[in-house]
């Protein structure tokens, strides 16, 4: 079956940097674009970056642009965020995805079909 493990996450100061990790199974991992959202307490989920299958293009949020970096291994079914400059308000339960689109890379929850268990980012001032 479809599988998404997140690993990486913590308890960070501001400032500083993590790489979240997330290993994929079950499914053609290569062919699939991916993403990551976040969700933080009593706020609704949202996007954070994605994907194409290929390692690129790439598509991220405002607030995290320049910070934030999403990467692939596709040898290794995994796909990376790489978090900089980490500011209190990153702090949130983050998840990979797998989108059910084959085109574009989208933004909308409605548009990833499984989803990773989370990992928590606790960024502190």
């Known amino acids: 079956q479809v599988q998404l493990v997140e690993s990486g996450g913590g308890l960070v100061q501001a400032g500083g940097s993590l790489r979240l990790s997330c290993v994929a199974s079950?499914?053609?991992f290569s062919i699939y674009n991916l993403g990551w959202f976040r969700q933080a307490p009593g706020k609704e989920r949202e996007f954070v970056a994605a994907i194409?299958?290929?390692?690129?293009?790439?598509r991220y949020a405002d607030s995290v642009k320049?910070?934030?970096a999403i990467t692939r291994?596709?040898?290794?079914?995994?796909v990376y965020l790489q978090m900089n400059s980490l500011r209190p308000d990153d702090t949130a339960v983050?998840?990979?995805?797998?989108?059910?689109?084959f085109g574009?890379?989208?933004g909308?929850?409605?548009?990833?079909?499984?989803w990773g268990q989370g990992t928590q980012?606790?960024?502190?001032s």
């Open 26 to 28: 079950g499914f053609r």
């Open 108 to 114: 909308a929850g409605d548009e990833y079909d499984y």
């Open 104 to 106: 574009d890379l989208p």
């Open 94 to 101: 983050y998840y990979c995805a797998r989108s059910s689109r």
């Open 121 to 124: 980012v606790t960024v502190s």
């Open 52 to 58: 194409r299958q290929g390692g690129s293009p790439t």
């Open 73 to 78: 291994d596709n040898t290794k079914n995994t």
């Open 66 to 68: 320049g910070r934030f």
